[in-house]
């Protein structure tokens, strides 16, 4: 749902300043914001889930893990965009500012009815330009699927959907099996 007037275009620096004052979250694309719907509790904890072990794994590392209300920033175009991943780890310092970060290494996007389009699409197109990113997650939230995408592997797909798989997340070096990532939320 877009929020502004078809020809009403935000600065960075309004939508910084707007997001910071207010109580509903948007995306930025090119000076244009877009209302982000809320939650499911399986979306929720999927996201708790994975954020946990990768803070568990990472703790006193370089590398730090961010969860949903943490942006990325990324230029394409000569346009800015602000997107908010529902989980993301940057291995340096560098590019990371109070409100959002520009150089991730990994991330990943539980995928929504109202988002998996643009998810499956969009990101994927926009994420591997950020020369960071070495890998791009996509799970589903009612069946147990993870896609994960490889710099490496000219981000061809690869699909993990038995309980007892491990998604292995080489950026970080760190596997983790389906059946931790989806606990509390598919038997």
């Known amino acids: 749902m877009e929020t502004s007037a078809p020809s009403l275009l935000f600065s960075v620096e309004d939508f ?27 979306h929720n904890l999927i996201s708790v889930n994975l954020v946990s072990a ?8 370089p590398c730090k893990a961010y969860m949903a209300d943490f942006k990325v920033r990324l230029e394409i175009n000569r346009e800015d965009i602000f ?9 340096q310092r560098v590019g990371v500012e109070q409100y959002y ?17 643009i998810d499956r699409r969009e990101k994927l197109l926009n994420y591997p330009q950020i020369s960071t990113v ?8 009612d ?14 797909p690869c699909l993990h959907t038995a309980p007892d798989s491990l998604a292995e997340f080489r950026s970080i070096k760190f596997s983790l099996p389906l059946a931790r990532i989806y606990e509390g939320v598919l038997g």
């Open 134 to 141: 070495e890998e791009y997650v996509l799970i589903a939230q």
């Open 54 to 61: 990768f803070h568990a794994q990472l703790r006193g590392g």
């Open 16 to 42: 910084l300043r707007h997001e910071a004052d207010g109580p509903v979250r948007h995306e930025y694309i090119g000076g244009r914001v877009h209302a982000m719907a809320g939650t499911s509790e399986a």
């Open 143 to 156: 069946t147990r699927e993870v896609t994960i995408h490889r710099r490496a592997e000219d981000w061809a």
């Open 83 to 91: 997107y908010y991943p529902d989980v993301m780890v940057a291995c």
């Open 101 to 117: 970060l520009r150089y991730p290494t990994l991330l990943v996007e539980v995928l929504s009815p109202s988002t998996e389009n």
